[in-house]
């Protein structure tokens, strides 16, 4: 099962938010099958924005921050049947666009979840169903992920 994450996931893991939120962002991260986990471009790209505009790390320990979580998991990029799939989303859905534009990526590249606690929780899309891992106890297709 291919999983997709959100950038609060690693947001959070890297120490952006509450203690609580890092060491259950990491655990998560840990827990995964890293050969399944997929990061949207558009996700490296608002975690670079986070970091140096809300974390205040410089500009450079920002990238360094993505460049290091594209070493370890496979990243997706963006495209044009992407983005009109983002487009309907927008409009059907009431998504921002750049959060549209990571569920569409996600689901052109056959992903089963997206990890995220800024998307509603439950909402499937074209195969991808939203799942917020920061819920307690963990939703069902986490725990079948995880076990």
């Not at 690693?10 to 962002?25: H, K, N």
């Not at 549209?100 to 909402?123: K, M």
Request: proline share 4%; with cysteine; hydrophobic share 50%.
């Amino acid at each position: 099962m291919e999983i997709a994450l959100d950038t609060n996931v690693l947001a959070y893991a890297e120490g952006v938010g509450d203690a609580s939120r890092q060491a259950t962002a990491l655990a998560l991260i840990e827990r995964l099958p890293a050969a399944q986990v997929r990061l949207p471009a558009q996700v490296l790209g608002e975690l670079v924005r986070v970091l140096y505009g809300k974390a205040g790390r410089s500009r450079n320990e920002a990238r360094q921050a993505a460049l290091g979580w594209a070493d370890g998991f496979a990243v997706l990029d963006s495209s044009w049947p992407a983005m009109l799939g983002a487009l309907d989303l927008c409009v059907d859905h009431q998504l921002s666009i750049w959060d549209a534009l990571i569920l569409s990526v996600a689901a052109d590249a056959g992903c089963r979840l997206l990890l995220s606690e800024d998307l509603q929780h439950g909402f499937t899309w074209r195969g991808v169903t939203v799942v917020n891992p920061f819920l307690s106890p963990a939703p069902e297709l986490l725990q079948a992920v995880l076990a």
